[in-house]
């Protein structure tokens, strides 16, 4: 049976190849982020929440995902002298902000779910490596048998 979270990692890889994609507990993921290299995307999806209703075919599943890049050591928020040499932390977050809709869009595309407002939330140097931004969003779908 091929649940949301094998979904949701087969888009990540085909939307953002090479990228890095974990699963599992927030903590579990901040020393996983610390020990490997990321050369492009790392994302990272939490325990999902899905509720429903006895005798009904449609459950809401409600998903907290993290797309982050490694940030540099110079990275900062926005200073003039900055902006020449790394990308700073807040154009890595506005950065995973549009491809974190980007790729929730692609997603509703090509998955049988339904939309639902979304969320997104800043996130500055998750383990002192990384930034960007924390997308959460409630689906509709139906249940899988």
């Not at 869009?105 to 960007?132: E, Q």
């Given at each position: 049976m091929t649940t949301i979270i094998d979904e949701i990692r087969e888009h990540v890889a085909k939307y953002f190849k090479g990228s890095t994609f974990s699963y599992g507990r927030p903590f579990d993921t901040s020393l996983t982020a610390a020990q490997k290299t990321v050369t492009t995307w790392f994302i990272h999806l939490d325990p999902i929440e899905i509720n429903g209703q006895a005798n009904d075919s449609t459950q809401s599943i409600r998903l907290s995902m993290g797309f982050l890049k490694q940030d540099k050591p110079s990275s900062s928020f926005d200073k003039a002298e900055n902006l020449d040499v790394d990308a700073s932390i807040e154009e890595i977050q506005a950065t995973a902000?549009?491809?974190?809709?980007?790729?929730?869009?692609?997603?509703?595309?090509?998955?049988?779910?339904?939309?639902?407002?979304?969320?997104?939330?800043?996130?500055?140097?998750?383990?002192?490596?990384?930034?960007?931004?924390?997308?959460?969003?409630?689906?509709?779908?139906?249940?899988?048998?």
């Open positions: 902000s549009l491809e974190a809709v980007r790729w929730l869009n692609d997603f509703l595309d090509n998955y049988n779910y339904s939309d639902g407002a979304y969320n997104l939330r800043p996130l500055t140097r998750v383990k002192n490596v990384m930034s960007g931004t924390l997308l959460t969003v409630t689906l509709s779908g139906k249940i899988k048998c």
